[in-house]
Antibody, heavy 119, light 107 residues
Framework: QVQLQESGPGLVKPSETLSLTCTVSGGSISSYYWSWIRQPPGKGLEWIGYIYYSGSTSYNPSLKSRVTISVDTSKNQFSLKLTSVTAADTAVYYC?????????????WGQGTLVTVSS | DIQMTQSPSSLSASVGDRVTITCRASQSISNYLNWYQHKPGKAPKLLIYVASSLQSGVPSRFSGSGSGTDFTLTISSLQPEDFATYYCQQSYSTPYTFGQGTKLEIK
């Protein structure tokens, strides 16, 4: 059973960089796309972007200038960096796996980690 | 971006009821539509993908239908563990977008 676990600081200061890592266990990171999704308090889910294990990426245009998703296959991990954060970036951040049906459904999710942007 | 609109936003129902949640896309997304169940503090769970394919391990009381712009998720006989928030998501074109959610509560 594939499991995903997010890790990183729960509090980030405004204008700084949010950094999260997702560790994948129970399966290889190879041959899949891996995604980050977030949910601000009281709001809906927002797709941030995804990365293929080989390194190719796709980002939400609304965040593209501030987002970097990277992968480390040797550690079975992928990461999210979001620069110049503001209070609007406060959210539960989920890492997730994109399934291989060819229709890009998200078939496994982490439990999520709350990141608060505040001084 | 493709807008996804779910209705209703919330729903009260009883164990054993048949429940239908609808999702409408702002443009045609063929059958690139997925449904998720989310309980507080837990990882969201994939229920249905490609509009009507049941994810492995998901009970058969869950079903999905639709294509183009209009889709439905049906729970044939509600069980206590089904009370949660349900989201639709289009994976037709990036940025992939979600509906605002339907919170299913116990009547």
């Amino acid at each position: 059973q594939v499991q995903l676990q997010e890790s990183g600081p729960g509090l980030v200061k405004p204008s700084e960089t949010l950094s999260l890592t997702c560790t994948v266990s129970g399966g290889s990171i190879s041959s899949y796309y891996w995604s980050w999704i977030r949910q601000p308090p009281g709001k809906g889910l927002e797709w941030i972007g995804y990365i293929y294990y080989s390194g190719s990426t796709s980002y939400n245009p609304s965040l593209k200038s501030r987002v970097t998703i990277s992968v480390d296959t040797s550690k079975n991990q992928f990461s999210l960096k979001l620069t110049s954060v503001t209070a609007a970036d406060t959210a539960v951040y989920y890492c997730a796996r994109v399934g291989r049906s060819g229709y890009d459904e998200v078939d496994y999710w982490g439990q999520g980690t709350l990141v608060t942007v505040s001084s | 971006d493709i807008q996804m609109t779910q209705s209703p936003s919330s729903l009260s129902a009883s164990v054993g009821d048949r429940v239908t949640i609808t999702c409408r896309a702002s443009q045609s997304i063929s059958n690139y539509l997925n449904w998720y169940q989310h309980k507080p503090g837990k990882a969201p769970k994939l229920l249905i993908y490609v509009a009507s394919s049941l994810q492995s391990g998901v009970p058969s009381r869950f079903s999905g239908s639709g294509s183009g712009t209009d889709f439905t998720l049906t729970i044939s006989s509600l069980q206590p563990e089904d009370f949660a928030t349900y989201y639709c998501q289009q994976s037709y074109s990036t940025p992939y977008t979600f509906g605002q959610g339907t919170k299913l509560e116990i009547k």
